[in-house]
């Protein structure tokens, strides 16, 4: 063995956490594999050992469907200015079912993965970021719902047809992801040292599928005061521009709330990171 390759062999490779803002970022880049590795992991065993298996992506949004067109269509009688009604309930949970979904998983997404947190340095953003990811692909497969759904309705005497304006769904997927991402990290670390938390985070998911107009159509609310007021839930803008993907100009946007969610959804993101990077170094010790 030559000197180059005996010292070749001897090289170490020594990780340090660097607090170095700039740095930060470049190791999110440097452990990108790690990223892909956790949300390929968590895809695998997410419904692993469960009779459905990945059909609870489905299951779950078409049981919401279901419940909020018998309340808000058939009793509250409750209409969606001209859609068929299960189609335009529909629209409004896909974007909640990723919503919940992804802001229930970040928030744990800590506490799962703690051994993990307290025997290896990376960033540890990438945790609860692969976490979102993984919610994201349970999205793509509920699609299908909507799909069937639209074939259906297609040779139905209502006659719907599918919309250009599908093609700008990812668009407000982003801003869902952004959504959820925001108050997720916030949660998350807070998680880490106040485990109540995880009784907390899934109240807020369930009264907030009622303020959301998830089984009726923010149009309800008029264009005042009230309608921009009720914006500052930054589902309402995203769950408006979903219909109008889905549905088209019968679901106009209303541009003012949308601006109000973007607005919102901005702070919460700034925020949530903000307290996740300054409570980060501890997460090891207090985990």
């Given at each position: 063995m030559n000197s180059s390759a005996a010292l070749e062999s001897k090289?170490?490779?020594?990780?340090?956490?660097?607090?170095?803002?700039?740095?930060y970022w470049l190791d999110l880049w440097r452990y990108r594999e790690l990223f892909v590795l956790l949300a390929t992991r968590d895809i695998?065993?997410?419904y692993k050992q469960t009779v459905f298996g990945v059909a609870w992506s489905v299951l779950r949004p078409l049981f919401t469907m279901v419940a909020f067109t018998l309340v808000f269509g058939f009793f509250a009688k409750m209409h969606s200015n001209g859609p068929p009604y299960p189609?335009?309930?529909?629209?409004g949970t896909l974007p909640w079912q990723f919503f919940a979904s992804a802001l229930s998983d970040c928030s744990n997404s800590l506490n799962?993965?703690?051994?993990?947190?307290?025997?290896?340095?990376?960033?540890?953003?990438?945790?609860?970021?692969?976490?979102?990811?993984v919610t994201a692909v349970d999205f793509l497969v509920s699609l299908s719902i909507f799909l069937v759904m639209a074939i259906y309705y297609h040779f139905s005497p209502t006659h719907y047809n599918?919309?250009?304006?599908?093609?700008?769904?990812?668009?407000?997927?982003?801003?869902?992801?952004?959504?959820?991402?925001?108050?997720?990290?916030?949660?998350?670390?807070?998680?880490?040292?106040?485990?109540d938390?995880?009784?907390?985070?899934?109240?807020?998911?369930?009264?907030?599928?009622?303020?959301s107009p998830v089984g009726y159509g923010s149009f309800i609310l008029g264009h005042g005061e009230w309608r921009i007021l009720a914006a500052l839930n930054p589902l309402f803008g995203i769950i408006d521009g979903f219909r109008w993907c889905i549905l088209g100009k019968s679901q106009p946007i209303f541009w003012q709330g949308m601006a109000m969610s973007l607005l919102t959804i901005t702070i919460f993101l700034i925020v949530g990171l903000s307290y996740f990077r300054k409570s980060e170094e501890r997460f090891a010790d207090v985990i």
């Amino acid at each position: 063995m030559n000197s180059s390759a005996a010292l070749e062999s001897k090289r170490t490779l020594v990780i340090e956490a660097d607090q170095v803002g700039r740095q930060y970022w470049l190791d999110l880049w440097r452990y990108r594999e790690l990223f892909v590795l956790l949300a390929t992991r968590d895809i695998l065993v997410r419904y692993k050992q469960t009779v459905f298996g990945v059909a609870w992506s489905v299951l779950r949004p078409l049981f919401t469907m279901v419940a909020f067109t018998l309340v808000f269509g058939f009793f509250a009688k409750m209409h969606s200015n001209g859609p068929p009604y299960p189609l335009f309930v529909l629209a409004g949970t896909l974007p909640w079912q990723f919503f919940a979904s992804a802001l229930s998983d970040c928030s744990n997404s800590l506490n799962a993965n703690a051994p993990m947190l307290s025997k290896v340095y990376f960033p540890r953003l990438i945790v609860p970021i692969s976490s979102v990811m993984v919610t994201a692909v349970d999205f793509l497969v509920s699609l299908s719902i909507f799909l069937v759904m639209a074939i259906y309705y297609h040779f139905s005497p209502t006659h719907y047809n599918m919309s250009w304006r599908v093609v700008v769904i990812p668009v407000f997927l982003i801003m869902c992801f952004l959504a959820a991402l925001g108050p997720g990290l916030w949660f998350a670390a807070l998680n880490v040292k106040y485990r109540d938390f995880r009784y907390i985070v899934p109240v807020i998911i369930q009264f907030g599928i009622y303020v959301s107009p998830v089984g009726y159509g923010s149009f309800i609310l008029g264009h005042g005061e009230w309608r921009i007021l009720a914006a500052l839930n930054p589902l309402f803008g995203i769950i408006d521009g979903f219909r109008w993907c889905i549905l088209g100009k019968s679901q106009p946007i209303f541009w003012q709330g949308m601006a109000m969610s973007l607005l919102t959804i901005t702070i919460f993101l700034i925020v949530g990171l903000s307290y996740f990077r300054k409570s980060e170094e501890r997460f090891a010790d207090v985990i």
